[in-house]
């Protein structure tokens, strides 16, 4: 089995209304040390072995759905755990 | 500066049909080896330097807005960046 870690940021040159919000209710809250904030997806798969390639995998996983190419970048860390 | 990474996570306990949904989209798409699929928050926050202390403003800034306690968890990793 595989713990998959998947982290999808829209790039830098992509406006991100939501992080845009969410700092203005911390400048409203009085958090005006806060200077920019970038909104992004995290997600955790577990993934059984397969006979394929695990980075092939999840490098198709994310440019197939997680992730949109266009407008979004994607890294991912695996982790391989043993099942008793 | 203060470069700032938050992941949110639900709680093992809280249901996750967010999840659930991409994992049968997944399914759909004939990658069976997809186990499970949880999915969370990240966020990029650039903070100023204050008087108080880095930590402590991240913990208040995850309990008052970024996070929900109540069902999800979170961590966050600081980095300070040197601006000539």
Redesign the interface.
Known sequence: ?FKVKV???LRESVLDPQ?TA?KS??HS?N?N??????????????????ERDIEE?VN??CT???ANPVIEDYRYEIEESVVQ
């Open positions: 089995m982290y999808v940021t992080g969410v209710s911390l809250m958090y040390e806060v200077a920019d904030v970038r909104i992004g997806k995290y997600m955790e798969l577990t993934i059984e072995k397969t995998v198709e996983l197939r759905l997680l």
